[in-house]
């Protein structure tokens, strides 16, 4: 949230808890995807955040996945540059996925 005022904004009155457990259900589901699992819910998430819903603006994708690094390094001890562009590569197709929803 701290990469954008606007980000920012939209959690004002979140549930943080709640939104903390999506999350890491999100990025499960990114990661099972990558591993060849069925992307019906990354869909279903890009559906839900499209600019009919949430409408969250597909360039905050990248605001989160540079924030959702800078945590890997902060609590990873063999955070390297090289897990980093495998995070990212991982990541990637199902964060198009839900992109591409918008």
């Known amino acids: 949230m701290d990469s954008s005022d606007e980000i920012r904004q939209r959690f004002v009155n979140t549930d943080m808890a709640a939104q903390r457990h999506l999350l890491r259900n999100g990025i499960m589901q990114l990661i099972l995807v990558a591993r060849g699992m069925s ?28 924030a959702l690094m800078k945590a890997v390094n902060k609590h990873d001890p063999e955070y390297d540059r090289d897990l980093d562009a495998q995070w990212r590569e991982v990541l990637h197709p199902g964060i198009e996925l839900i992109r591409g929803a918008y």
């Open 39 to 66: 992307d019906r819910k990354l869909r279903a998430l890009g559906e839900s955040h499209n600019r009919h819903n949430f409408n969250i603006n597909p360039a905050w994708y990248t605001l989160w996945l540079n």
